[in-house]
């Protein structure tokens, strides 16, 4: 009966395919995608998405360079120019505010040249050219704040479209739908929305950090202004 059994058993058995064994392809023909081809399956939206990185990048980097150089400092400037002004020598604190090229400078030439007015009008005076300055440093700010916001939102519509083209190919070739009639649709969803993302957060993260380094020189027009209104106070010696 055992022998029977076992007769039966082996015979079931080998009536039964074995399952695939599934190894990935490693020959010239695999799967593998490069950076540029995964970039061309995007489609046209991908156009917009590298125009906006470029321009995101140039502003950041001209507008670094010249925040930079507004935040430079000269930590004997406030004393030679209270030198100047205690001594009388109003002509030559003016040229080293000219010489030394900063929005500080600017500011304290500015007071420089109110001085015998009234100390609100030349606190005034001071802080519209301060005003003017951080508006000076924050040029190029929209673009990069239109990136960080467009970018996703292009990726989203590239997510759309390349859905409805994958959808609307599917419903075309009917019967005859496989899943490389939904490859090329959804490629370009996808590959949209993660290069808008990407290029949506790094411009965001630009923008945060040049918002904090312009930040960091109104600090010190601020505190450049309040030495100077402090040195007017200040009885000669």
């Known amino acids: 009966m055992n022998a029977i059994l076992a007769t039966l058993l082996l015979q079931v058995t080998d009536t039964i395919p074995a399952p695939p064994v599934l190894t990935p392809e490693v020959s010239d023909g695999s799967v593998e995608l490069n950076l540029w081809d995964l970039t061309l399956k995007g489609?046209?939206?991908?156009?917009?998405l590298l125009l906006l990185s470029i321009l995101a990048i140039y502003v950041f980097v001209e507008r670094l360079l010249v925040i930079?150089?507004?935040?430079?400092?000269?930590?004997t400037f406030m004393d030679r120019i209270k030198d100047y002004i205690h001594d009388g020598e109003i002509d030559t604190a003016l040229k080293l505010c000219k010489k030394?090229?900063?929005p500080a400078a600017?500011?304290?030439?500015?007071?420089?040249s109110r001085l015998g007015r009234p100390m609100?009008?030349?606190l005034v005076a001071i802080e519209n050219v301060g005003n003017i300055e951080i508006a000076r440093l924050e040029k190029?700010?929209?673009?990069?704040?239109?990136?960080a916001a467009g970018a996703p939102m292009i990726g989203f519509l590239g997510t759309v479209t390349g859905m409805v083209r994958a959808f609307y190919n599917m419903a075309s070739a009917g019967n005859n739908?496989?899943?490389?009639?939904?490859s090329g649709g959804i490629y370009e969803a996808l590959v949209t929305t993660v290069a808008g993302l990407i290029v949506g957060i790094i411009a965001l993260f630009a923008y945060n950090y040049l918002v904090a380094r312009v930040d960091g020189v109104m600090n010190q027009l601020e505190t450049k202004t309040m030495e100077f209104m402090d040195l007017l106070n200040e009885p000669a010696d």
């Open 43 to 48: 489609g046209f939206f991908m156009i917009p």
């Open 68 to 75: 930079r150089k507004a935040a430079r400092e000269d930590n």
């Open 100 to 102: 030394t090229d900063t």
């Open 106 to 112: 600017r500011l304290i030439a500015k007071g420089i």
């Open 120 to 122: 609100n009008d030349v």
């Open 140 to 147: 190029g700010f929209p673009w990069l704040a239109t990136t």
């Open 177 to 182: 739908a496989d899943i490389t009639t939904l």
